[in-house]
Structures are given as C-alpha cells and as structure tokens.
C-alpha cells in the first residue's frame, strides 16, 4: 500500500507483479496479438502514406503530428478483428481480468487517498452510465529512421487508470518527472499502471497524470495493450471535498474544475499532446 502511494505521488507510474493475472492468459495474449498484427496489420502499414512520408523525408528533418505506431480499439460494443484465430475470446477473457483489476487498483487509491472505498470507482459510474472501459491493442513496427519520428509523442493520458501490458523484450516508453525521461523497462509479465487526468483531478492533485511517450526503435516490433478504465462520459469529475481543505469549501478557487468527462474528452481530443493545465482551463468556462 504505501509503496503504490509513494509511487501514485512521485512517478505517476508503477509496475504491478503478482497481480493474479495467469501467465497462461498472458502468454496467449502475447501470442494473438503477435499474430493479429502479421496477418491483419503489418501489411497495410508497410504500404501507409505515413511509410512513404518518413522514407521520403530528407535527414535532419522530423515528421511532426504523427505516430509511429499501429493502434485498434476494443470495447464492449464494436466490431473486432475475426480473422485471427483466438484473437476476440483471448481478448474478451483478458478484458475482464484487466476490468477486475481496476476495481482493485481504484479500492488501493481510495484507501491511500483517505476516500471511502468504491469512491473513485462510483466517480466514474456516476451520470446513470457504467463507467468507460477500453482496449487499445498497439504496435510499434520497426522504424528505419527512428530519429525522425516519434514512436507516441508526449502526452499524459485524459481518462482515469491507465493498465499496460507491454512488450517483454523491446522498450520504448518513458516517463518525464522532475524534468527528466526515464525508462520504463520490460519486466516480463508485469503490468504497468498509471493515473490519468481525471484521478489528478479527483485527488486534488495528489496524484499526477505523468507524461511520457514512446521512442520508435530500428528493431524488433514492440507490442503493448493499454487497457483504460475512465469515467463514464456523463459522469461529474471534481476534487473530493475530503481532499479539498475545508471540507470542499472553495474548490473552484482551489484550482482543479468541476467538470462533465464528456466535455473535457472534446477538449482534450483537440488537445491530447498539449500541457494538461489549458484542457483544465477550457472545461472550466463550458
Ligand atoms: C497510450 C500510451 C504507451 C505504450 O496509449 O496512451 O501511452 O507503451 N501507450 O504504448
Ligand atoms: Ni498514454
């Protein structure tokens, strides 16, 4: 408990072991997700506009306002990839462990943050809508010029807990505190957490939404499934008045906004790779 606090305070990112995921489970999520990329993606990425942009750009130049990276997007309720065998029942079983998994993840911050246990999590299933659950499965493919391009440019995630499942063997991803990246390094079968935008601000900037962003790498294609668990869009995100001194008197002139999630997703999808503070600022005057 107080490790994870130490780290929800201090990095914004930890790594969980022995979180009670099987390693049988992971291992075919590491399979099918290989798979699904060969057979599905790898083909259409090599022939993208963004493959022909970066060989044509000339050296010292950097392609700005795109990722080196492949992404799909699974949720309860749209279409998934078919083709690969295994791929949506894998997916379907490792959703739900990852969606018990935040339950517990949220019931170790309320207790450290001094909330009522399920606080955070009935924040987010609050609106009359069940909070907002979702899957982006990524790829990282080998990038011949990887200086001139970024694998995920910097940004600090909009939702609520953020759960990783990254590539054992090729890194990439880092995260900026007191003004310096750091590696995030594979540990085999570890699951990387992170605190979004809403938990900051739900605890009243307690705990930080940290940058970071992926390099792209010459070798080897990196894998990783970010799994995020965020408020319902309807649902009213404000500092919990235990964390607001006085007893939530003043919340507005403290700092952070009350705010609908719906809102601050139109703004921060204008804004997702921009300083956190503005987006705070715009959902305010909505
Ligand atoms: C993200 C993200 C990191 C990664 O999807 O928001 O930060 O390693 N991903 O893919
Ligand atoms: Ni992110």
């Not at 130049?61 to 990276?69: I, T, Y």
């Not at 009522?116 to 990282?140: D, L, M, Q, R, W």
């Not at 294609?221 to 309807?234: D, E, G, V």
Request: hydrophobic share 40%; aromatic share 10%.
């Amino acid at each position: 408990m107080a490790l994870i606090a130490k780290h929800c305070e201090e990095w914004g990112f930890f790594q969980l072991v022995n979180h009670g995921i099987s390693e049988e489970l992971l291992e075919r999520v590491k399979k099918v997700c290989t798979e699904f990329f060969k057979l599905e993606r790898e083909q259409n990425f090599k022939q993208s506009p963004l493959f022909k942009s970066l060989s044509d750009l000339p050296d010292g130049q950097k392609l700005e306002n795109v990722d080196w990276e492949d992404v799909i997007t699974l949720l309860d309720h749209n279409e998934w990839p078919s083709k690969t065998l295994g791929f949506k029942e894998t997916m379907a079983e490792y959703r739900a462990e990852l969606r018990k998994l935040a339950g517990q993840v949220m019931e170790v911050m309320d207790e450290n943050l001094g909330l009522p246990k399920g606080y955070i999590k009935n924040a987010f299933n609050s609106g009359g809508e069940e909070a907002f659950f979702g899957t982006k499965v990524n790829h990282y493919p080998p990038c011949p010029k990887p200086e001139m391009v970024n694998g995920l440019r910097a940004h600090t995630d909009a939702g609520g807990v953020i759960m990783l499942f990254q590539d054992d063997v090729v890194g990439g991803l880092e995260v900026l505190k007191d003004g310096e990246w750091f590696d995030v390094q594979p540990m085999r079968n570890s699951i990387v957490i992170n605190t979004g935008d809403q938990v900051e601000v739900l605890s009243n900037g307690r705990y930080k939404s940290a940058w970071h962003r992926v390099q792209a790498k010459p070798d080897g294609n990196r894998m990783s499934i970010a799994s995020f668990y965020n408020p319902s869009m309807k649902a009213t995100i404000a500092p919990a008045p235990q964390l607001v001194e006085n007893g939530g008197v003043g919340v507005e002139a403290f700092g952070y906004p009350e705010f609908v999630f719906g809102d601050y997703m139109s703004v921060y999808a204008e804004q997702k790779f921009d300083p956190k503070e503005p987006r705070f600022q715009a959902v305010r005057a909505m």
